[in-house]
């Protein structure tokens, strides 16, 4: 007798948020056949990437759970990663005439890109735009294995006029809620003496956008991450002094060069007081009197409007219990988050994550039982504490092969050997040529186009992918 296949499962399912890890999910939840409605608290699709020029009454330092501006992009921000690799495994990210055809393009063409992607798959017609979710919670919460039901209360805004907004509340039952709201909008600070009484200006990074402001100013810019560094050049274009503030004076050979080149532009140790007049003490005994102190100290993870009734918790930046930096075991596969993990080519990634939830939904597969993924987090954590790593780096993966295994789960294809050696050769380049990295490269690197170009990643479609020699000519 030949066994019956289970019937595929169709859910309703609420993605929350349309940038790129909600896009891809809600798209491949569609593929398999779900209900699908996104919640969108921005205007338009893209997330980070739709650009937010006003950052008038946001808190400076970020301390409102809810904020009020999602996108932490600052107007001349251009793409640490090519755009070859970017792209979804089946939507490449191509060069279009009349737009940024750089291979390091900036912010508004992944934007366009983005754009692109939900007209192709008509996924705009999923979205609810302008609205912003409240509260998600579980309607019942019994054994694991159980159909899960989630209720999720959002807050519609209409604008009325020029200078009034209506409100509208809603409410809803499903089945699952994937969770794809980033991780770059809610600031991460330090703690450090004397901030609560220095009287000059003092913001996070996330709502820096043009360096104008800081013309002829004094400016501390704490954190020596690559947004510090590349604040640190925009400003020393205007700003009288740019103290670039690092927890470590190891620093790169590119961005040695960078000091050297520019004479405004200090490299400081840790803050180790600030003093009421405006002066800043570095734990070296060095002082520089500022008028403005920038924040690029990070993100952290935040969900104001889950309640899982303590089952998820951010801990130091590490959201828990996640089977595979996705399901908390118990909750799982009706709860789900895309988009949690860093340091990876982003957006294979994310699609990969998204295919393995939706067919766990949709019953086509099936998760390990409790007890095993419990036992698998605390491995990874184990893992993680035997290194020496602190627990914020919990999400932090950095490895081809780890998300080559991820996607196995659903016989995701692995990344090319094209795109992993592009992206290796960018991080060389960055750390010797900081300034440069982006415009300039090596024959190395042309040849790997030239592959990248031939493969079926780019030919699929069936476009004309424009030669080699005329997409770059502007080099």
């Known amino acids: 007798m030949v066994s019956e296949k289970p019937a595929v499962q169709s859910k309703h399912v609420c993605v929350i948020g349309a940038g790129p890890s909600g896009l891809v999910a809600a798209r491949e939840l569609r593929k398999e056949g779900h209900s699908v409605v996104v919640l969108e608290q921005s205007h338009d699709i893209g997330g980070q990437w739709l650009y937010e020029p006003n950052v008038e009454g946001e808190d400076p330092l970020g301390r409102n759970p809810f904020l009020k501006v999602h996108s932490s992009m600052y107007e001349s921000l251009r793409l ?20 940024d055809m750089r291979r390091f393009p900036g912010h508004r063409e992944v934007l366009l890109y983005l754009q692109d992607f939900t007209e ?72 450090i003496k004397g901030m609560g009484t220095w009287k000059r200006k003092q913001f996070h990074s996330h709502i820096y956008r043009v360096p104008e402001p800081f013309r002829n100013e004094v400016v501390v810019v704490v954190g020596n991450s690559f947004s510090g560094q590349d604040i ?18 190891d620093i790169t050979e590119g961005l040695s060069k960078v000091l050297d080149k520019r004479h405004n532009l200090y490299l400081r140790p840790q803050i180790d007081s600030l003093e009421e007049d ?13 008028d403005t102190i920038l924040y690029c100290t990070g993100y952290s993870y935040a969900f104001p409007f889950l309640d899982t009734k303590g089952i998820v918790a951010v801990d130091d930046d590490r959201v828990g219990p996640l089977y595979e930096h996705t399901f908390p075991p118990s909750l799982a596969p009706s709860l789900s988050f895309v988009g949690i993990p860093r340091k990876i080519i982003g957006f294979p990634f994310f699609e990969s994550q998204a295919k393995w939830i939706a067919q766990l ?33 919990t999400h932090d993966i950095g490895n081809f092969e780890y998300c080559e295994r991820y996607g196995d789960n659903v016989e995701f294809p692995h990344l090319e050997q094209w795109r992993k050696e592009l992206c290796v050769s960018t991080i060389l380049n960055m750390l010797v040529n900081l300034e440069t990295f982006r415009d300039s490269w090596d024959e190395g690197d042309e040849k790997l186009l030239q592959e990248a170009f031939q493969s079926p990643h780019f030919t699929q479609l069936g476009s004309q992918v424009l030669t080699f020699q005329s997409q770059f000519e502007r080099r």
């Open 80 to 99: 640490l990663s090519a755009r070859e690799i970017m792209g979804f495994t089946d939507f490449p990210f191509l060069v279009k005439k009349e737009r």
């Open 278 to 290: 405006g002066t800043v003490l570095f734990v070296d005994g060095s002082s520089a009197v500022a």
């Open 361 to 393: 939904l949709s019953g086509k597969r099936m998760l390990p039982p409790l007890k095993e993924m419990m036992q698998s987090i605390k491995d990874f954590y184990n893992s993680i504490d035997a290194a020496g790593l602190p627990k914020h780096n």
């Open 120 to 191: 192709w798959f008509g996924l705009r017609e999923l979205i609810r735009f302008n609205t912003r979710v409240e509260y998600v919670g579980m309607v019942d919460y019994g054994e694991f294995g159980k159909d899960l039901r989630w209720v999720v209360k959002s807050k519609e805004i209409f604008t009325k006029g020029d200078d009034e907004n209506d409100e509208k509340m809603g409410e809803e039952v499903f089945d699952a809620v994937v969770v794809a709201t980033g991780h770059y909008s809610h600031p991460k600070m330090p703690s």
């Open 232 to 249: 640190s050049m925009e400003l020393a274009e205007v700003a009288r002094e740019v103290h670039l503030s690092a927890k470590s004076l």
